[in-house]
């Protein structure tokens, strides 16, 4: 599976991005889904999952009732939509996938990652 994950830029505080994911491969729906992100001096930080179904999301608390993620198994594209974005939302922001369904707030689940965008939150 490839990923690739885009629509970051630079946005205000309180302002909206979406960030949508694409996958390659007809088994997408097969994979549970996860973003994370990397602010600047920082490891790496898990954000949000979504089962293969698009069931069932898990959510970091700093996100919850900010952002959703979804998915559209027949365009092979997970979104992640932020809103009331914060200074501290800067990052570089991941889509990752994962076979396993299990433990998806963990990095070291997923065996394939994208190359990341960019979100910048500005004053």
């Known amino acids: 599976v490839q990923l690739q994950a885009f629509g970051g830029g630079l946005v205000q505080a309180g302002g909206s991005l979406r960030l949508s994911c694409t996958a390659s491969g007809r088994t997408f729906s097969r994979y549970s889904m996860g973003w994370f992100c990397q602010p600047p001096g920082k490891e790496r930080e898990f954000v949000l999952a979504?089962?293969?179904?698009?069931?069932?999301?898990y959510y970091a608390g700093s996100v919850k009732g900010r952002f959703t993620m979804s998915r559209d198994n027949a365009k092979n594209t997970v979104y992640l939509e932020m809103n009331s974005l914060k200074l501290e939302d800067t990052a570089v922001y991941y889509c990752a996938a994962t076979s396993t369904g299990l433990r998806l707030s963990l990095s070291r689940s997923y065996n394939y990652w994208g190359q990341g965008t960019q979100v910048t939150v500005s004053s």
């Open positions: 979504i089962g293969w179904s698009g069931g069932n999301t």
